[in-house]
């Protein structure tokens, strides 16, 4: 467990002072968890001031010393990468199954009417729109992120 300096101690009372502002814990509540933080000579005792708050542990002990160790946090936590991952899972099955359904109306249309260029022409658009307009969603959502 590593010991704590007053910064550590200084980003966990702002911290406790941040969520309560947003509500979610009365005033009784911040007393205690910021004496248990006044208090704290270790990163566990930091943690239990912090227990139940989103993101709070990171925020106040793991960013800070991997961003002064030099490791390359910025804007890329754990939470961006799982949240970028489910983003394209999400467009990558909404893509699959629009290129499906295209599939199965193109051979329905075959065996209906028996080749067609038009048709061809009209699947491959078809298509081609669906892909773009999927990858569109991708970059729109990771340049905002």
Do not use: Q
């Not at 009365?26 to 208090?39: F, I, K, M, S």
Request: charged share 20%; glycine share 6%; aromatic share 10%.
């Amino acid at each position: 467990m590593a010991l704590l300096g007053e910064a550590d101690r200084d980003r966990a009372l702002a911290l406790l002072r941040r969520h309560y502002a947003e509500g979610r814990f009365d005033h009784e509540e911040l007393g205690r968890r910021a004496d248990v933080a006044l208090r704290a000579r270790s990163s566990a005792d930091v943690w239990l001031a912090l227990r139940g708050l989103p993101n709070a542990v990171f925020e106040t002990l793991v960013a800070p010393r991997a961003l002064a160790a030099g490791t390359a946090l910025a804007g890329h936590s754990g939470l961006h990468r799982a949240k970028r991952l489910a983003w394209a899972a999400v467009i990558s099955f909404v893509w699959m199954f629009l290129t499906t359904l295209l599939l199965l109306a193109y051979a329905i249309s075959l065996i209906a009417s028996g080749p067609s260029l038009l048709v061809a022409v009209v699947f491959a658009a078809s298509w081609l729109l669906v892909s773009w307009g999927s990858w569109r969603a991708w970059r729109r959502r990771t340049r905002r992120a």
